[in-house]
Each structure stands twice: as structure tokens, then as C-alpha cells.
């Protein structure tokens, strides 16, 4: 793609993505990351974050280096930029060392223009040794709450960041994120070591168009089935659960009831999650019961309701989740069902997220054992990991396992990824001389490899491209399973270097893996992790309580303390609807004495008269003609 002068932004928006303004914000933020200053941009859910980095990026020449946590939302965006026209690699864990190092290759001699890195790989030796050869203008760090250990999601590799500054001299810097308070914000631009002259670009956490409920329910399932109904069941929401045995319920139910819902967690098969997905983003499936995963990355403007079937361990989730309803700015709902023991549960389970250090060591060692990774070893060497098994196989309860590994990802030790669904990939190392001499000497797999070349051209040739096994063996009137064995004789003699389809669960250690009893848990920082989360928990419940407007108490953990009442939550309507039936009609006065002067009748007898929502402004209507001298009591205690 061609470089743009650095004052053309808005061409640069329209040819790239059809757009003939931008955002609130988004100009002003862009403009500030041109002028070359560290740059700091909080923007909510739907807010437009990565058009704040690729388009300075496009606007400049050189590469922009983009660090990201989840593996599937870097992905997605490579591929949307490549769906564009523009040059879009990424390195993340599960990628072999021969695909990471042609991947980095050309980022340093092709015309890359963005490079996507997981945090854990950015200071490995071949990262190191490549970066400074990068012709890197411009650095984007995204989800930048993961920098601070006051936020909801601290990721300890993302502080290495600022050793990569350091390799990076002069190279501006953009942090991201829609989710972060006042103590967050300060930490992201000390840990990134922002310049004195950095821009701080705060969009208000406002959305005055999301109407946000929390609704009291012992029966979730028939509560939701009314929420959805009450929307409208064909328009488009997503329904949040817990647990993937949550969401095959929940979907089920709905189905039942005549409702197009389908389950989404990342047990399904990659298959049937993708088409779950588009299906529900063209409208054939209107409501997405999924786990928290759903929805990173996904722009889908029209949802018109968001539902938790349970609230989120913390509020930068719940705010984050249900605000991808309603992006396309018109009226839409977040709804919390709230059961009667589930501010109990909540706290139960905040406690658990901590197990005692003891079993946390042992199961550090039972994944040492699991992958056979010797002390010293396994630094960043992904292998497929099922929880399940995982317990099993060590005797542990599932529960215990899985908060001692989310304790262990926190503390920097390991990393979990979900299932993501990676295809089958080719690269052809050698020059097209000696292919074609293998060709000659090896007839029999002379049509594989012209059927490689004539899927994929030469591309192959400058790095690991997406090939689809099955469309090959149906072109070879093979079985898939022949295929993959010609594929890996072609790998192991040299012609080619292939990576067969692979969508488990994976798991690593990013550091060299320690002796157990060895392991450096740092007591008075889990200590303080854990008061952390229970501050967030209580929030959370302070949030469900209720008591004022909902909207007004987002907002004030997110440091906005002067907001005004949004006059759209469940809270707030209440509020009006209350003040609406206290003010007795205009003609209500009239219509009392009228009443009581054709027929004297006692208070009670005209309050039978009128709905029963009436009641307190027609008794109070009546105290004050009483007091006016319009109605009088007679001995008998009737008005007239």
C-alpha cells in the first residue's frame, strides 16, 4: 500500500476503510500520535481504539509494532487489515520457531506495515535481534489496563514493554484502553515511562443511549426468556453466562420457546463456532448465549440487548461486556438478573480465586510433569493442555486447578490460551530450482506441489501461507489423511516446512521452568491481589444494591464524580414513574368534588373509585380540599 502525506488522515480513512469522518476523539488522539508524542487514549467499548493507531501507522512510513494479550482478537485483526489490502503478520505462542522466524524476516526486509506481538515474546532473543532492524515508527500497546497490577486483567509480561522502549529510541508511543480508573491510568503512563509533553485523551464512560437494569429473579431462565421477549425477540442481543454448561442451557431453553439462540465457548469446535458467529452477525441467529470470550473484536453496531445471567467478578468487565449493546447509538439494555444467593456466590468465588501457596506449588508441578518439562526448560514452549485430563490425571479438583493457574498466569509463570483455530499453514524454504529438480526425481509428488503452487502461488516462497487439506485432497481425489502424510514426507525432506491444523487448548511457561518448592510467590503481593479483588467484588454488589442511578455509579468507579442521573436506567425510571403517579392529574380535583357533591362518601368508598396506584395522591388531594374549605366532613365521617 502506499504511504500518505502525514496531514492526509481523513484520505487515509476513506480509502482504507470508507469512512468520511472520524469519531469523538479519534482526529485529536491520531493527530498527537503524528506530532510524535506518547499518547494515552481511553475510549469505551466501540469507541473506535484501533483506528487510533493504524491510521498514523498507514499515514507514515515504517512498521507499527502492536502488543496485545489475546491471541484470537490479534488474529481477527490481522486478518481484517489483510482483507484490506494491507501487509499484517503476527507472532503469538503456538507458532513454530521456523514460522516466528520467517514471520520477524519480513517485518525486517517486506513491506510489513503491522506486526502483531503477544507480550511474552517480545524480548526472546529473536525478537531482540530483529526489532532494532525494524524500521518501527510507531508502537501501540492495547488493552493497556494489563500493565497495572491495579487493574482488572495485569498481564507481568506487559511490563516488559518498557525494556523495549529502550530498543526503540524516539519511537512515539499509543496505550489503549476502554476500561480504566483514575490509579490505573497513572500506573499506565509511569510503567510505559510516557514523556513529560504525553497526551492524555479521556473519552466520558457515558453511554447515554444504554439503558442499564438490575433485575431480582429466582427463575433466571424465565426472567431472561422475558427480558428478550420484551426487547423484541427478533433483534440481535447476547446473553453472558458463566459456565459453558450455562450456555448450552440457557440456549437450549430458548430454542425451546421458539427464540433462534445458539451456545458460543471455546469447548465447540472451531468449525461450529465460526459459523455460529456469522451466523449471528447476518441476522439468521438473534441471540448469542456465550462465555465471556465472545464479543473481543467484534464490531457488530446493531445488539440491542446485553444480558448477564451472572454479574462479572468486576466492574471494567461488566461495564466492558454490556457495553457492546447499543454501539450503533440508538436506545438498547444491559441487563443484570440477580438470584437471592448470588452475592454470596460472588464472594465465595473471589475467595477461591486464591488457593493456599502449598497447592498452588503442587500444581505447578503437575504441569511440569503433564508436558515433561525439565527445571530450567519449557521457557515459551507451547503444548496442548485440557483441563479436564489435566485433573484428572493429577488428582486435583478441577476448581483447584484451574484458580491455581489463573494465580500462576497472574504471577507471570504460565499462560493460558483457549482453543484458537489455527489452519494448516506451507512455507517453501528452497529456491524454485530445486523444487523443480524434486519435482522430476519425486513424480509421485509432482501434483501435490504443483497443486500447492497453484492454490497459493508464490507467495509460498516469502513465508507460511493458510492452506485448506481438504480442498486439496478433493483436487487430488485423496483422502485428507493422505494428504497430511505426502505434507509431512515433502516437511521432513526439506522441500517444504508445514504446520498441520491445530485448534486445542495450549499452555507454556514463560519463564525457564523452576524446581516447585523453589518458586518464587511473592506472599505479601498475592496478599494484596487478593484485597484488590475482593474491593472490585464489593463494588460489583454496591452496583447490583442499587439505591441511585446506575449509570451515575459506573461512572464514579471510573472517577467521574460529577455526572448527572442518565434518566434511562431501571433505577431512574422508577424514580420518574413514581413522581408521575404522585401528581394527581390536572382534572383530578375537579373530578373529586364533583364526586363527593353528587354522593357524600367516606375516604374509602371514593378511593374504590380510582386504581389502587392512586391511592397516596387522592388521599393527599383529599387532605387538602378538606383544608381549603372545597369539601367538608359531615357527623357521619362522609365528605360532601
Not at 499518547?39 to 487510533?52: D, V, Y
Not at 510503567?191 to 466520558?204: E, I
Not at 470470550?293 to 446485553?306: N, Q, T
Not at 434511562?568 to 390536572?586: E, G, I, S, Y
Request: charged letters at 25%; proline letters at 5%; glycine letters at 6%.
Amino acid at each position: 500500500m502506499s504511504e500518505h502525506p502525514t496531514d492526509d488522515i481523513l484520505h487515509v480513512l476513506r480509502q482504507t476503510w470508507g469512512h468520511t469522518q472520524f469519531r469523538p476523539l479519534q482526529e485529536e488522539i491520531i493527530r498527537s500520535v503524528l506530532a510524535g508524542q506518547d499518547t494515552l487514549a481511553l475510549l469505551p467499548t466501540g469507541g473506535g481504539k484501533s483506528i487510533c493507531f493504524q491510521v498514523p501507522a498507514l499515514a507514515r512510513p515504517g512498521l507499527c509494532l502492536v502488543v496485545s494479550p489475546l491471541i484470537a482478537l490479534m488474529k481477527d485483526q490481522v486478518e481484517n487489515l489483510r482483507k484490506r489490502g494491507i501487509k499484517a503478520e503476527a507472532v503469538y505462542a503456538g507458532m513454530s520457531h521456523q514460522e516466528i522466524d520467517q514471520t520477524l524476516d519480513n517485518c525486517v526486509y517486506g513491506p510489513v506495515k503491522f506486526l502483531y506481538v503477544s507480550p511474552e515474546r517480545l524480548l526472546t532473543d529473536m525478537f531482540r535481534a530483529r526489532v532494532g532492524k525494524m524500521k518501527v515508527s510507531l508502537l501501540a500497546v492495547d488493552e493497556a489496563h494489563c500493565l497495572s497490577q491495579w487493574g482488572y486483567d495485569f498481564r507481568p509480561p506487559y511490563l516488559r514493554i518498557q525494556e523495549l522502549r529502550a530498543l526503540l529510541p524516539g519511537v512515539p508511543c499509543i496505550a489503549l484502553t476502554a476500561t480504566a480508573t483514575e490509579q490505573v491510568r497513572q500506573d499506565i503512563v509511569e510503567k510505559l515511562q510516557f514523556g513529560s509533553t504525553c497526551r492524555v485523551f479521556q473519552q466520558s464512560f457515558a453511554r447515554p443511549n444504554l439503558s442499564y437494569s438490575v433485575l431480582n429473579t429466582e427463575d433466571k431462565l424465565r426472567r431472561l426468556l422475558e427480558v428478550v421477549q420484551g426487547v423484541g425477540a427478533g433483534k440481535t442481543s447476547i446473553v453472558y453466562a458463566r459456565t459453558r454448561k450455562q450456555t448450552e442451557k440457557a440456549a437450549a431453553y430458548l430454542r425451546q420457546q421458539g427464540l433462534s439462540a445458539a451456545p458460543y465457548h471455546a469447548g465447540l469446535p472451531s468449525e461450529q463456532r465460526t459459523r455460529t458467529q456469522q451466523d449471528w452477525m447476518h441476522n439468521k441467529t438473534r441471540c448469542m448465549v456465550a462465555t465471556n470470550a465472545f464479543g473481543m473484536g467484534i464490531d457488530k453496531p446493531d445488539v440491542r440487548l446485553v444480558v448477564h445471567l451472572e454479574a462479572p467478578d468486576n466492574l471494567e468487565a461488566y461495564y466492558q461486556e454490556a457495553g457492546r449493546a447499543g454501539r450503533d447509538e440508538k436506545y438498547a439494555f444491559a441487563v443484570l438478573l440477580q438470584g437471592p444467593n448470588d452475592a454470596d456466590e460472588l464472594r465465595r468465588r473471589t475467595q477461591q480465586a486464591y488457593p493456599p501457596l502449598d497447592t498452588v506449588r503442587r500444581v505447578y508441578q503437575a504441569l511440569a510433569n503433564f508436558s515433561r518439562t525439565a527445571v530450567g526448560g519449557g521457557e515459551l514452549v507451547a503444548f496442548d493442555f485440557d483441563l479436564a485430563q489435566f485433573a484428572e490425571t493429577y488428582r486435583l479438583k478441577a476448581l483447584e486447578a484451574h484458580n491455581s493457574l489463573r494465580m500462576l498466569e497472574r504471577e507471570g509463570f504460565v499462560q493460558l490460551n483457549e482453543a484458537v483455530n489455527n489452519p494448516a499453514r506451507v512455507y517453501i524454504p528452497i529456491d524454485h530450482t530445486d523444487l523443480y529438480r524434486f519435482q522430476v526425481a519425486n513424480a509421485q509428488h509432482d501434483q501435490l506441489i504443483k497443486s500447492l503452487l497453484r492454490f497459493n502461488g508464490g507467495e509460498l516462497f516469502a513465508g507460511f501461507q493458510r492452506i485448506s487439506e481438504n480442498s486439496l485432497a478433493q483436487h487430488l481425489r485423496l483422502s485428507v489423511v493422505d494428504v497430511r502424510k505426502m505434507l509431512l514426507f515433502l516437511h521432513r525432506s526439506g522441500i517444504i516446512q508445514y504446520q498441520p491444523k491445530h485448534e486445542s487448548p495450549q499452555a507454556l511457561f514463560t519463564t525457564p521452568r523452576f524446581d516447585a518448592a523453589q518458586l518464587p510467590l511473592d506472599q505479601k503481593r498475592l496478599n494484596q491481589a487478593r484485597e484488590l479483588a475482593r474491593h472490585k467484588t464489593e463494588a460489583v454488589l454496591r452496583y447490583a444494591a442499587g439505591g441511585r442511578c446506575r449509570q451515575q455509579l459506573l461512572l464514579e468507579y471510573f472517577g467521574e464524580l460529577d455526572a448527572p442521573a442518565c434518566k434511562v436506567c431501571d433505577f431512574c425510571l422508577a424514580k420518574k414513574k413514581a413522581k408521575q403517579d404522585a401528581a394527581p392529574a390536572p382534572d383530578l380535583r375537579a373530578q373529586l368534588v364533583s364526586l363527593v357533591k353528587a354522593t357524600p362518601q367516606t375516604p374509602r368508598e371514593v378511593l374504590a373509585h380510582f386504581a389502587p396506584g392512586q391511592a397516596t395522591s387522592i388521599t393527599q388531594l383529599l387532605r387538602e380540599l378538606v383544608e381549603l374549605g372545597e369539601l367538608h366532613y359531615a357527623a357521619d365521617g362522609r365528605l360532601g
